[in-house]
C-alpha cells in the first residue's frame, strides 16, 4: 500500500497570507489527523477528522481549520499566518474505527516558513 | 489532562552500547502507549506499541514494557548501531481524545563508530 502523502512538501509564505496544506491517507484509512512540530513546544495536536467529520480538536486559534472530503484526503488552512506558524505540519492516518490500539502512519511532512 | 514524560536528550552512545530512554506518563483509564521514531528530514515511523499492562512490545531489537503500577513505557535496545540515530517519542493515546496522540518532547540519540 502507498503511505501517507503530503503536499507541499515546502512552503515559504509572507505574514498574512493564507496556506492550505493537503494530506491523502493510507488507502481504506477514514481517519485522518494533524500535528504541528516546533523545535520549542514539540509535536502538539491540531485536530482529527473521521468520515468528513472533526471528531476532535487542540488548542490552537480559529486561523487553523480543516476539512476531509469523501475520499478521506484531508486539507488543513492557516489563515492571517504569524511567524510563530513556521514549523513541519505532520498529518497521520489510521482506519478509524478501532478505538486507542489504532496506529497512526505519518507522512513526511509540509515544512512551512513564514517570513 | 493527559501527559506524556521523557528524559531530555542528546543521549550519546558508542555503537554496541545499552540504550534506555526513560518515559513515564499520566492518562485516566488505560491508556495505549507508542514509540515512535523521526529520523532526520522525515515523519514519524512506529517503532513499537503495547495496549494494555504488562504488555510488552517489540520491534528491530528494540522493547518496551508498559507498566502500570510505575505507569512507564522504558524503551530499551541491547546493542546499539550507528542507523539508530534518530529522535525517539514516546506517546499515548486514551479514551478520552478520539485520534489524538499525546506526545513526550522527544529525545535525541546519536550513535557514534
Known amino acids: 500500500k502507498a503511505g501517507v502523502t503530503q503536499t507541499p512538501r515546502y512552503l515559504i509564505k509572507t505574514r498574512g497570507q493564507q496556506v492550505t496544506l493537503s494530506c491523502s491517507p493510507i488507502?481504506?484509512?477514514?481517519?485522518v489527523s494533524w500535528y504541528q512540530q516546533t523545535p520549542g513546544q514539540g509535536l502538539q495536536f491540531l485536530f482529527e477528522y473521521f468520515s468528513e467529520t472533526q471528531r476532535n480538536k487542540g488548542n490552537f486559534p480559529g486561523r487553523f481549520s480543516g476539512r476531509q472530503f469523501s475520499n478521506s484526503r484531508s486539507e488543513m488552512n492557516v489563515s492571517t499566518l504569524e511567524l510563530g506558524d513556521s514549523a513541519l505540519y505532520l498529518c497521520a492516518s489510521s482506519p478509524g474505527n478501532r478505538g486507542i490500539e489504532e496506529t497512526q502512519y505519518f507522512g513526511p511532512g509540509t515544512r512551512l516558513l513564514v517570513l | 489532562g493527559d501527559s506524556v514524560t521523557q528524559m531530555e536528550g542528546p543521549v550519546t552512545l558508542s555503537e554496541e552500547a545499552f540504550l534506555t530512554i526513560n518515559c513515564t506518563y499520566t492518562?485516566?483509564?488505560?491508556?495505549?502507549l507508542f514509540w515512535y521514531v523521526q529520523y532526520p528530514g522525515e515523519g514519524l515511523q512506529l517503532l513499537l506499541k503495547?495496549?494494555?499492562?504488562?504488555d510488552k512490545g517489540s520491534n528491530k531489537g528494540f522493547e518496551a514494557t508498559y507498566r502500570k503500577e510505575t505507569t512507564s513505557f522504558h524503551l530499551e535496545k541491547g546493542s546499539v548501531q550507528v542507523s539508530d540515530s534518530a529522535v525517539y517519542f514516546c506517546a499515548l493515546s486514551s479514551s478520552d481524545s478520539w485520534g489524538k496522540l499525546q506526545f513526550g518532547a522527544g529525545t535525541q540519540v546519536v550513535v557514534t563508530p
Open positions: 503495547a495496549t494494555k499492562a504488562d
Open positions: 488507502s481504506g484509512h477514514r481517519s
Open positions: 492518562a485516566t483509564g488505560y491508556p495505549s
